[in-house]
């Protein structure tokens, strides 16, 4: 009778053990893959380490100059003016 008890005991415990390794297991490679990528979805989790954070410069204005370098395009000519 205990023996019995006993077993459904460990073969639940062992069975929610396997099941919450499994789903974390899982969305430890989800978020390794896919979602640390998305800089909002990093500040929701408070993770300061992140692998892209280290890409940003930290200096103000080496920040500003790699700023103007992404807006600035290249100039085209003027057309000259229709009917002259």
């Known amino acids: 009778m205990w023996q019995s008890v006993g077993l459904t005991l460990l ?4 069975t929610l053990v396997c099941a919450l390794l499994f789903i974390w297991v899982g969305w430890y490679v989800v978020w390794q893959l896919f979602l640390s990528r998305f ?8 993770e300061a380490g992140a692998p892209h954070a280290a890409t940003q410069p930290s200096d103000p204005k080496i920040q500003d100059q790699a700023n103007v370098k992404l807006r600035s395009r290249p100039r085209t000519r003027q057309r000259a003016p229709e009917g002259s």
């Open 11 to 14: 073969v639940t415990v062992a």
């Open 39 to 46: 800089k909002f979805l990093r500040e929701l989790v408070g």
